[in-house]
């Protein structure tokens, strides 16, 4: 089992970055492929990037491609999700999720850990 805590959510403008943080309780974090959720209000939760736990192959959605990077630090147990050239569309509560598969799955069933969640707003 393995327990995820998001942070780095806030209220910025389009054009604006920020990066996201989700730490995990336990140093078998490196045995698991990561992924970053969101979720706006009414609608379904969607997959944005993830991250393999066997080479480090990174996976994104078409709609944060060029703009997000997803990463990951081992030695402390933290998954980052850089986020630049945020738009209004990209307002939702972004989850990081925790898979056992080495391959990176974008559907959320496929996740079974997930942190509480951090709100990220944009708006002018």
């Known amino acids: 089992q393995i327990q995820l805590t998001e942070s780095g959510g806030g209220l910025v403008r389009p054009g604006d970055s920020l990066r996201l943080s989700c730490v995990a309780s336990r140093d078998t974090f490196q045995y698991f492929t990561m992924g970053w959720f969101r979720q706006a209000p009414g609608k379904e939760r969607e997959f944005v990037a993830g991250?393999?736990?066997?080479?480090?192959?990174?996976n994104y959605a078409d709609s944060v491609k060029g703009r997000f990077v997803i990463s990951r630090n081992n030695a402390e147990n933290t998954l980052y999700l850089q986020m630049n050239s945020l738009k209004i569309d990209d307002t939702a509560v972004y989850y990081c999720?925790?898979?056992?598969?080495?391959?990176?799955?974008?559907?959320?069933?496929?996740?079974?850990?997930w942190g509480q969640g951090t709100q990220v707003s944009i708006n002018s």
């Open positions: 999720a925790a898979s056992l598969p080495i391959d990176i799955y974008t559907a959320p069933a496929q996740y079974s850990y």
């Open positions: 991250i393999s736990k066997k080479d480090g192959r990174t």
